[in-house]
């Protein structure tokens, strides 16, 4: 009411302007004068600033509200940056005040990040060059001169109606009715307050109060104890919540929390949410947690939240779903958990619900929340040590896929800590629990002899358990799978596939996807294609949504097709690059071979940022064959060159023998008899396996013999070190050596064409859509390029091509 004029200059600022704050006092309607806004801008992202104290905090709440994730090796705020460039995105800050660094960090982005918009709401202003403020006034309280009438009036007899009094006589209470008013001084929420009291004692008998405070105050002591609790409680919890969550923290039936809820709504104590969810404005829960302060209703609050959540977790602790009602709910569970973790009484039952939750976050694939809750968890103090080793090696596993492969062995290392106050039977168990999940991170890595021999420690040590046994059997069967050795993986399936309980059958069915691979290898094509596509429908079945991905990804790889339907930007990293190297392979096999390159050189940036040795070798080799595609074979031969190395190095063989197909396709192309050689060796290298080779989008293949292999070359099934300097020397760089040496000699191709294009002053966002690459893999290329030609800026790059040129 009344703001019709605010909301025009708004938008109209808006339209003109990429930042603007509303300021004004608290209770004049700045939040809602936002959301009226933000309801005709098309895409917003809306963030609740009171809940951060921290940019950094503030920052991490922006990328979860955009849909958006730091990736290894980057830091928020550039992630934001990436985020935010080029999206027409209304970004919402309600109620940021007081955090420092806020103000010189939005204009940085404002800066740094195109086409996205922001708007504020604060009681105060930044101050920075590109923020343009308009300031809300109350709303305007007539006159003695004036007739008494207007929005300030109009609110006040309509919130009287919604708290069910009766008709107020404006001649009978002029008088009476102003000066409330102007005690107001037209701030709408104090208005509101006013009228919940007159709707409960009468005109006369409602004292003037030109403090937000005093009225929300003299509101309250008009409530019953009941309500009076219910109003405290939901102060001090500090977020929204259901019916089910307010039960349970009064300590009411469902039917009562109604009853209570619609008595504090009534009131304009609580606002209702479109989701149902009722919660607090700052100016009310600032009222209420000052009432709460000498009260219990901070430890009764929590003692309901802590009921609720130990209700909506699963009870086991190995066995959840995707699919678990408590997801939806997840940020509350986080909050429980953290509050209940900060105080020593309840720390032991804060552990036990983020460990309860995990089950289900791992198969949902939510990684990144995982990790957030259970180390705040663990940084809060020690648990009880089998659950504080079961977590933080939980923890460990979901940094690993969200920072990088090895960024998880700290928490191992925490997990081990724990463990060392357990009996001895009990510590050797999580030892071998701990050695698996470093047996993971090792094959993640491409460290496989490092990944087989902490999973035979774990075989050692972990004996008596059933479930490590499976599981670590299943690590061994992946690590054999790598390397090629087939019939070892083969005996280690019979083990894990046999009928396993309810809680690890999605065990047996990641060794059936692994089958599937094998099957594919050998070019058992309608095998690996049955056995991916009963791996995926049966983890679809029991909500496994990683395995069913993962299945689904080989079954493409093996039959083609669209696959799933997945939001691979909120996958974890080891599955999202599994996923994105299969998208690649497709637009590779469609024809489009541009994407192709740019989604395989995104993948290599990723894959060695994230420390995932085995999908940058992929990766670059579906670099090097997109570049036979192009027809430039000069340019994929150094990258066949680098797949060798590093296949050698893991040991993958069988990417080794497609490195030395792609190095032989390039040696018949030029008429050279070194293509025997070639073909000779990958074909030595498949032999023994039963692997086949198989012409790939713009490699040609033609089969070698073994017999051709030259000696030293490859032995036990290995491509030797000899091996690897000879087919180096045998078709290594030709490049001209006439060609006059200048500083951008040491730069790449890639890097080299982001150069000249940063030279013709493009953004990082203009040159990813040339190069069919994202702005993150630009951004790498740069850090690269200023490492090597000892530059700091994109202006002295910019300068050094002209100048070459």
């Known amino acids: 009411m009344g703001r019709d004029d605010v909301l025009e200059r708004l938008r109209l600022l808006l339209s003109s302007n990429r930042w603007v ?9 700045k939040t809602l004068v936002a959301r009226h806004t933000a309801s005709s801008a098309g895409s917003v992202a809306w963030v609740t600033g009171h809940q951060h104290a921290h940019v950094d905090s503030l920052v991490t709440a922006c990328l979860d509200a955009l849909d958006a994730e730091v990736a290894p090796g980057d830091s928020p705020t550039l992630a934001l940056k990436r985020a935010l460039d080029g999206r027409q995105t209304l970004v919402v800050l309600d109620g940021v005040d007081a955090i420092e660094g806020l103000g010189e960090l939005l204009n940085d982005l404002i800066d740094d990040a195109e086409d996205w918009r922001l708007l504020c709401t604060a009681t105060t202003v930044a101050g920075r060059p590109h923020e343009q403020v308009l ?160 009260t219990d209703d901070a430890a009764k609050a929590l003692e309901g939240l802590l009921t609720w959540a130990d209700r909506v977790v699963p009870k086991a602790v190995n066995a959840g779903s995707a699919d678990e009602p408590f997801l939806s709910q997840l940020a509350l569970v986080d909050s429980t958990v953290r509050q209940a973790c900060a105080a020593d009484a309840t720390r032991a039952r804060g552990y036990a619900i983020a460990n309860r939750a995990f089950p289900s976050l791992s198969s949902a694939m939510r990684a990144r929340e995982a990790l957030d809750m259970m180390d705040a968890a663990l940084a809060s103090g020690d648990g009880p040590p089998i659950i504080g080793s079961q977590l933080a090696r939980r923890a460990g596993i979901c940094a690993s896929e969200v920072r990088g492969t090895y960024e998880g062995l700290r928490l191992l290392d925490r997990a081990e800590e724990h463990a060392s106050a357990l009996d001895s039977a009990t510590r050797d168990l999580e030892l071998a629990r701990n050695a698996a999940i470093r047996a993971e991170m090792h094959l993640d890595a491409g460290d496989l002899a490092a990944a087989r021999r902490d999973a035979e420690r774990t075989l050692a040590l972990g004996g008596g358990d059933p479930y490590v046994i499976r599981q670590v059997r299943r690590t061994l069967m992946d690590v054999c799978v790598s390397a090629g050795d087939f019939a070892e993986a083969e005996e280690l399936a019979t083990l894990i596939v046999d009928s396993p309980p309810a809680d690890e059958l999605w065990i047996a069915l990641s060794a059936r996807t692994l089958q599937a691979k094998i099957a594919w290898e050998q070019g058992r094509l309608v095998e690996a294609a049955s056995l991916a596509t009963f791996a995926r429908t049966q983890a679809e079945e029991i909500r496994e949504d990683r395995i069913a991905l993962l299945a689904d990804t080989v079954h493409r790889m093996v039959a083609g097709g669209p696959g799933l339907r997945v939001d691979t930007e909120a996958l974890p990293w080891a599955v999202r690059l599994v996923v994105q190297l299969q998208d690649a392979r497709q637009l ?85 008899a070194a293509y025997r050689s070639l073909a000779g060796a990958a074909e030595a290298l498949r032999v023994g396996r039963r692997a086949v080779g198989r012409e790939r989008p713009g490699v040609p293949y033609a089969a070698g013999s073994a017999r051709d292999c030259p000696t030293g070359w490859v032995q036990a099934g290995q491509l030797t070190a000899a091996g690897v300097a000879a087919v180096t020397g045998l078709v290594g760089s030709q490049e001209s050596a006439e060609q006059a040496p200048t500083p951008l000699r040491v730069l790449t191709r890639a890097e080299r064409a982001v150069a000249e294009l940063v030279a013709e002053g493009l953004t990082s966002r203009q040159i990813a859509e040339q190069l069919f690459v994202s702005p993150r893999t630009v951004d790498a290329h740069l850090s690269h390029i200023f490492r090597k030609l000892e530059i700091a800026s994109r202006a002295k790059l910019a300068a050094l091509m002209v100048e070459i040129a």
């Open 135 to 294: 300031r809300l006034p109350p709303l305007p309280v007539p006159s003695s001169r004036q007739p008494l009438e207007g929005p300030a009036i109009e609110l006040l007899l309509s919130r009287v109606a919604t708290a069910g009094g009766h008709s107020v006589d404006l001649d009978q209470h002029d008088t009476i009715l102003r000066g409330l008013l102007r005690a107001s001084g037209g701030l709408p929420s104090l208005i509101e307050q006013l009228a919940v009291q007159i709707a409960l004692v009468g005109v006369s008998d409602v004292s003037p109060t030109n403090t937000l405070a005093d009225a929300v105050r003299a509101s309250y002591d008009l409530l019953d104890p009941a309500q009076q609790e219910c109003f405290r409680r939901l102060a001090v919890i500090g977020r929204p919540v259901g019916l089910d969550v307010l039960a349970d923290v009064c300590g009411v039936g469902r039917p009562q929390a109604v009853q209570l809820a619609a008595a504090l709504a009534r009131r304009s104590l609580v606002e209702v949410q479109p989701d149902g969810r009722f919660d607090l404005l700052p100016p009310m829960r600032e009222a209420g947690r000052l009432l709460a302060r000498e």
């Open 21 to 29: 704050t509303l300021t004004g006092a608290p209770g004049c309607g």
């Open 588 to 672: 590779l096999a469609e024809g489009d071979v541009s994407r192709a390159a740019g989604r395989a050189a995104d993948i290599v940036v990723l894959a060695d940022s994230s420390k995932l040795g085995r999908d940058a070798v992929e990766a670059r080799l579906l670099v090097a064959d997109a570049l036979m595609a192009l027809g430039e074979p000069a340019q994929a031969r150094p990258s066949y060159l680098s797949v060798l190395r590093r296949s050698v190095e893991v040991p993958l063989p069988l990417r080794a023998a497609d490195a030395l197909d792609g190095l032989a396709a390039i040696a018949a192309e030029s008429g050279t």
